[in-house]
Nanobody, 119 residues
Framework: QVQLVESGGGLVQPGGSLRLSCEVSSFTLDYYAIGWFRQAPGKEREGVSCISGSPAKTFYGDAVKDRFTISRNNARKRVYLQMNSLKPEDTAVYYC????????????WGQGTQVTVSS
């Protein structure tokens, strides 16, 4: 069973930055793709970003391309999402998820961390 724990959410003003962190346990990070999806109230789940295993390839949703950067540290079993130039429409609960392959349905995800972008 995959276990993932997110951290780093919070309240930030428009144009600001946040870095989310995802700590994985119970499995070797090398074997899974790890990604982030988000869900805002009344909206459908939206894929944000994903990073595959070795060699690492990254994918981004159109709404966050050129603003968000995903990275991974296999030794520390962590995946990060650097979010810059945040907009109010980025407000959502962000979930870290494990995938057999980016683009497929997740095989597990964490409890989520709230990101609120507001002045």
């Amino acid at each position: 069973q995959v276990q993932l724990v997110e951290s780093g959410g919070g309240l930030v003003q428009p144009g600001g930055s946040l870095r989310l962190s995802c700590e994985v346990s119970s499995f070797t990070l090398d074997y899974y793709a790890i990604g982030w999806f988000r869900q805002a109230p009344g909206k459908e789940r939206e894929g944000v970003s994903c990073i595959s295993g070795s060699p690492a390839k990254t994918f981004y949703g159109d709404a966050v391309k050129d603003r968000f950067t995903i990275s991974r540290n296999n030794a520390r079993k962590r995946v990060y999402l650097q979010m810059n130039s945040l907009k109010p429409e980025d407000t959502a609960v962000y979930y870290c998820a494990a995938y057999v392959q980016c683009g497929r349905e997740p095989v597990g995800w964490g409890q989520g961390t709230q990101v609120t972008v507001s002045s």
